[in-house]
């Protein structure tokens, strides 16, 4: 095998097991990564502005503005107007967002964050230039993504 053929194997594998992981996710809680992203901001600060949840999880305010709709749709979260300024509008959860929290497993990022962090520096280094190389080589290097592990749209599911 060349080595082109095992860093294409060793590429398709970790698309796969993203995959795999996200559709884990939404069998046993019927939430994707993103939305469980949110759920964990929310759960930690209720009553978090949009803006302030896209900068935490490096997502646009549009993108978790669609994100939300669908979980205010599904009675996760509720928007609520601030009595006080009438511009802030906070986020919290249902009862039903507490309980797919709750039940909810760490979301693969997670995961791989306490391995990647349990590395030594110049390997994570190491690690980090090589994939940006990769991206750069597939012609990604200006694609706009997020630290989110998830195959496909954030937004459509």
């Given at each position: 095998?060349?080595k082109?053929?095992?860093?294409?194997?060793?590429?398709?594998k970790?698309?796969?097991?993203?995959?795999?992981?996200?559709?884990?996710?939404?069998?046993?809680?019927?939430?994707?990564?993103?939305?469980?992203?949110?759920?964990?901001?929310?759960?930690?600060?209720?009553?978090?502005?949009?803006?302030?949840?896209?900068?935490?999880?490096?997502?646009?305010?549009?993108?978790?503005?669609?994100?939300?709709?669908?979980?205010?749709?599904?009675?996760?979260?509720?928007?609520?107007?601030?009595?006080?300024?009438?511009?802030?509008?906070?986020?919290?959860l249902?009862?039903?967002?507490?309980?797919?929290?709750?039940?909810?497993?760490?979301?693969?990022?997670?995961?791989?964050?306490?391995?990647?962090?349990?590395?030594?520096?110049?390997?994570?280094?190491?690690?980090?230039?090589?994939?940006?190389?990769?991206?750069?080589m597939?012609?990604?290097?200006?694609?706009?993504?997020?630290?989110?592990?998830?195959?496909?749209?954030?937004?459509?599911?």
């Amino acid at each position: 095998m060349t080595k082109d053929e095992e860093l294409l194997i060793a590429l398709r594998k970790i698309i796969r097991s993203i995959d795999m992981r996200s559709r884990e996710l939404n069998k046993q809680v019927g939430l994707t990564g993103p939305q469980l992203l949110i759920l964990q901001k929310v759960g930690k600060q209720p009553g978090v502005m949009v803006r302030e949840i896209a900068e935490d999880i490096t997502l646009s305010a549009a993108t978790v503005t669609s994100i939300l709709d669908r979980m205010e749709s599904r009675d996760l979260v509720q928007r609520i107007r601030s009595t006080e300024d009438k511009r802030r509008v906070g986020v919290f959860l249902t009862d039903h967002g507490m309980t797919s929290l709750a039940s909810a497993p760490l979301p693969l990022q997670e995961h791989f964050r306490k391995s990647f962090s349990d590395l030594a520096e110049w390997e994570q280094s190491q690690m980090v230039a090589t994939l940006q190389r990769l991206a750069s080589m597939m012609g990604a290097e200006n694609m706009d993504a997020a630290p989110v592990l998830e195959v496909g749209s954030i937004v459509d599911k």
